[in-house]
């Protein structure tokens, strides 16, 4: 069974950090980008960051660049998504989402990928000022 599970959301006062962890099971994440999006209350949602497994290139929504940090660790079959500086604006429920790579070379951005093959069911983060 395909599944992603996120993990490590909570309640944090502005400036703290957290870390939050997807889980892969059911697939192995080396072929595939592996996302974060969010969505606050009353808004749509939107990337965050990106990861191409393949060659560990990653890309970030412009509001957390400096702040956020993606990684994988494929051994474990997980995705990380480290939040430093965290603000009272990143209050979401945070979803990871992979989306499978083609054969070959490819570039995989936040900014421009359109569909995702699977979805976690979200962790909340609170950011309190």
């Known amino acids: 069974e395909v599944q992603l599970v996120e993990s490590g959301g909570g309640l944090v006062q502005a400036g703290g950090s957290l870390r939050l962890s997807c889980a892969a099971s059911g697939f192995s994440i080396d072929d595939y980008a592996i996302g974060w999006f969010r969505q606050a209350p009353g808004k749509a949602r939107e990337g965050v960051s990106l990861i191409n497994n393949r060659d560990g290139s990653s890309s970030y929504k412009d509001s957390v660049k400096g702040r956020f940090t993606i990684s994988s660790d494929n051994a474990k079959n997980t995705v990380y998504l480290q939040m430093n500086s965290l603000k009272p604006e990143d209050t979401a429920v945070y979803y990871c989402?992979?989306?499978?790579?083609?054969?070959?070379?490819?570039?995989?951005?936040?900014?421009?990928?359109?569909?995702?093959?699977?979805w976690g069911k979200g962790t909340l983060v609170t950011v309190s000022s």
């Open positions: 989402a992979a989306s499978r790579l083609p054969q070959g070379a490819i570039t995989v951005s936040i900014s421009t990928i359109t569909f995702m093959d699977y």
